[in-house]
């Protein structure tokens, strides 16, 4: 029988994310375009040590928008292969609701993090982002749409 400190230290390690689907009054979606790579995503990132995704995703789009909302239901998870540089992980996508005027102007971006943020019609998403962050995307609008949450491996659904 292996030691259960054992036997923890040998389960191997995932990376966790959570990020916010926002739409704006048009039911565009709003995508954020972060300085350190090409494509835009949505708003959030990763899950520190000890922090739920839930706490993360309302920490995130703090950070990166300056809005302080928390997040609505869970619309997908998405567990995602092993990549180069990157360990497999768990992305978790929540429901930010409807932004208006006045939220939308409220919006304050960092600029060491962010270099922009706009709404696309969903149909433009796969122009902005990477195939499996169109696929979330995707997922998740339909997920919202029929007020279901979606289990998804790589972008596509299961189950």
Do not use: H, N
Not at 12 to 23: E, Q, Y
Not at 109 to 126: I, K, M, R, S
């Amino acid at each position: 029988m292996v030691p259960a400190d054992d036997y923890v230290r040998s389960l191997p390690r995932k990376r966790m994310a959570a990020g916010a689907l926002f739409v704006d009054s048009a039911s565009r979606i709003l995508l954020v375009d972060p300085v350190y790579r090409d494509t835009w995503d949505l708003p959030g990132g990763a899950v520190e040590a000890e922090e739920s995704p839930y706490a993360a995703c309302r920490r995130e789009v703090a950070e990166e928008l300056g809005l302080d909302r928390p997040p609505g239901r869970v619309l997908a998870v998405d567990w995602v292969p092993s990549r180069s540089q990157r360990p497999e992980g768990l992305v978790v996508v929540y429901d930010g609701g409807m932004l208006g005027t006045a939220d939308i102007d409220a919006i304050v971006l960092p600029e060491d993090e962010l270099a922009g943020f706009a709404f696309v019609a969903a149909d433009e998403v796969a122009a902005r982002a990477t195939p499996l962050v169109g696929r979330r995307i995707a997922a998740s609008l339909k997920a919202k749409a029929a007020g279901t949450v979606v289990s998804l491996e790589d972008g596509c659904a299961v189950g």
